[in-house]
């Protein structure tokens, strides 16, 4: 086999945050300068790549979600790594869309010669994990070119690069890369290197086809097998509109929730069931600011949310393997519960910073690993409660029976809810008696003794009762200012915050009481930009971080199912239809929104969003309304 490049013989350096090559001399390429929203997800149910309108793949974690990247532009330069499939001369225009039903992303490119589709895609997972990528001429003859830069552990490592024939094979300690440049029995396209990368230039005429394949394996096996694209692909149609076809919701708005409901099964990590929160880390919700968290994790405050979505949904398989992913989870001391976990449940998620990343347009540091792991939130009781309360048994092959794990729980909460804690929101500075999270200890000791009295459970229902009603009475005496005649951010607190709004829709109070009501409408008045909400404003409520965020999306859809609650029906809708609005051009949404610049901040595309729309939908068709509130 004859090298391309000679991977051991390059000294990779850190200077000034940039990667430079010792042998080549070669300057770090440029920046992507690509907005998030820019940008489509392709999965397959493991990890998931997210390729840009311009053709260029520039982020994927291999071999699953939480595994270092080996594309990682999005987070810094193309020296980063990126694998582009474009047209080699100008583009007048550029259309894109989902298959229907599928997650499978067609990209037309016209220009004066011709027009191309580029198909992108990776198909459901056997053995080994790949991303095949189609170009056909659709009509005239246009020149394409693909470019390919692989560097793993998130942009650092130059690979050893070999070449068979066509074949390229990159490795890097237990990692190996497999591109292949073959549709069938259809010829080759040619593959060459040009500095550090690999390059292939061909033409495209009316009816002809040209394939990719990228096949990760580890670099301890033998070389995978080329993958039979056309099969590939026909496969990856057949699994995603069977998926989509067993979905229940019928009503309005039913292609946006079809679209959030099959971004969330490919945000799905299969083996265990698990739920990842984005499939991104480190983009910013601020553009140059520090807030630049790493979400490629299972948070369980999304569990009871995501239960009532895919259940609602009609996925209810779903559901039984993320609750079998909880239970894993949690399993062992109460006391060690936490608030987020790695995708097979794992505990230890540490934080750190690679410093070579120059961060999305300069959003600096990079966080990769979520020390919130280490938190103490109370809140998550509350999410776990509701979420036992509400999916189907099913056979469980688990050393704690659900209910005894339960008891345990809330006699362990009956113990630290008088405790202040860091929120939902994770803040990093002095832990406090936030209303949210007393709400939520609330509803887990609510849940819990409605749950245990229906399967006739063995916990200590007389001691929850006792805590239930005097964390209620306190609640409503220290969390509510009658001034503000809201609930405010924490007890003694004169702050608003948007988790507040979630006060009606887990029963705490009834619907028509008016400090529901007016909470709803301070929330709406004070904390609100253009129209969307803010989760809370940083001036007011310092949170340990240096300046603001944009609007978060999740929080202005809890608002539309608040203003349907209260009947404010014509309201609720307009605002949701806005937010729709705000979709991409694939309907994914990220985290947040910033009205002033018109972009999308945050990591992508975000669970708890594509969540929050389907609840909202829901909510707005008739499909889902809170219990009724508890007498205290």
């Not at 239809?577 to 947040?592: C, I, K």
Request: charged share 25%.
């Amino acid at each position: 086999m004859l090298p391309v490049r000679s991977g051991c013989l390059e000294s990779c350096i850190r200077k000034g945050g940039q990667l430079l090559n010792w042998i080549s001399g070669r300057k770090p390429q440029q920046k992507c300068n690509l907005r998030i929203e820019d940008y489509a997800m392709i999965g397959d149910c493991e990890t998931a790549a997210l390729v840009s309108r311009e053709g260029s793949i520039d982020w994927l974690c291999w071999p699953n979600f939480s595994s270092g990247a080996c594309f990682a532009a999005l987070l810094g330069t193309q020296e980063n790594g990126f694998w582009k499939l474009r047209p080699a001369g100008e583009i007048q225009s550029v259309q894109r869309k989902y298959r229907p039903s599928t997650m499978i992303v067609t990209t037309t490119f016209t220009t004066k010669d011709g027009e191309v589709c580029l198909i992108d895609f990776m198909p459901p997972r056997g053995k080994h994990s790949d991303v095949v990528r189609m170009v056909e001429g659709v009509r005239g003859k246009v020149k394409m070119r693909m470019e390919l830069v692989l560097r793993f552990d998130y942009g650092l490592t130059v690979p050893w690069v070999t070449m068979h024939k066509n074949e390229l094979r990159a490795v890097s300690g237990p990692n190996m890369v497999v591109l292949r440049s073959s549709c069938n029995q259809n010829e080759a396209a040619e593959l060459h290197g040009e500095g550090m990368s690999t390059v292939s230039e061909f033409t495209v005429k009316k009816g002809e086809r040209k394939c990719f394949t990228l096949t990760y394996a580890p670099s301890t096996e033998k070389v995978p097998e080329p993958v039979p694209t056309d099969d590939a692909l026909e496969d990856t149609q057949q699994y995603w509109t069977e998926w989509a076809a067993r979905g229940t919701y019928r009503g309005a708005y039913e292609e946006a929730v079809r679209r959030s409901l099959l971004t969330l099964k490919a945000m799905t990590y299969r083996p265990s069931g698990g739920i990842v929160a984005a499939v991104t880390a480190g983009l910013p919700e601020e553009i140059g600011g520090e807030r630049n968290w790493d979400y490629r994790y299972c948070w369980l405050r999304d569990t009871s949310l995501t239960l009532l979505v895919l259940m609602r949904g009609g996925y209810v398989e779903e559901a039984i393997d993320w609750r079998m992913w909880l239970l894993r989870a949690i399993a062992g001391a109460p006391g060690q519960l936490q608030s987020l976990y790695g995708i097979c449940g794992e505990r230890t998620l540490v934080e750190w910073t690679p410093t070579w990343l120059a961060g999305y347009e300069g959003s600096r540091p990079v966080r990769i690993g979520n020390a919130a792991a280490e938190q103490f939130q109370l809140d998550i009781f509350g999410e776990v409660a509701v979420a036992l309360d509400r999916t189907p048994e099913a056979a469980e092959d688990i050393r704690v029976p659900s209910i005894e794990l339960q008891a345990t729980l809330i006699d362990h909460l009956c113990e630290v809810w008088k405790l202040p804690d860091d929120g939902i929101w994770e803040t990093r500075t002095e832990r406090r008696h936030y209303v949210h999270s007393k709400v939520m200890a609330w509803v887990a000791l609510d849940r819990a003794i409605n749950y245990h009295e229906r399967f006739d459970g063995s916990g200590n229902v007389k001691l929850w009762r006792k805590n239930r009603a005097v964390l209620h009475k306190e609640i409503c005496a220290k969390g509510f200012d009658k001034k503000l005649n809201s609930f405010t951010q924490s007890y003694g607190s004169r702050s608003l915050d948007a988790s507040c709004l979630r006060l009606p829709m887990v029963g705490f109070l009834p619907l028509d009481d008016p400090r529901i009501v007016g909470t709803v409408d301070a929330i709406q008045k004070h904390l609100t930009k253009d129209g969307l909400v803010r989760r809370y404003i940083p001036e007011k409520s310092p949170d340990g971080m240096k300046g603001g965020e944009g609007t978060f999306l999740p929080c202005s859809f809890w608002l539309v199912v608040c203003l349907h609650l209260l009947g404010r029906k014509d309201e609720a809708k307009a605002m949701f239809e806005r937010l729709l609005a705000l979709r991409n051009d694939m309907g994914l949404l990220s985290e947040e929104y910033d009205p002033v610049q018109k972009r999308m901040l945050g990591n992508f595309p975000q669970a708890l969003t594509h969540l929050s729309l389907a609840h909202a939908a829901y909510t707005l068709s008739g499909q889902w309304a809170p219990s009724a509130a508890t007498p205290p």
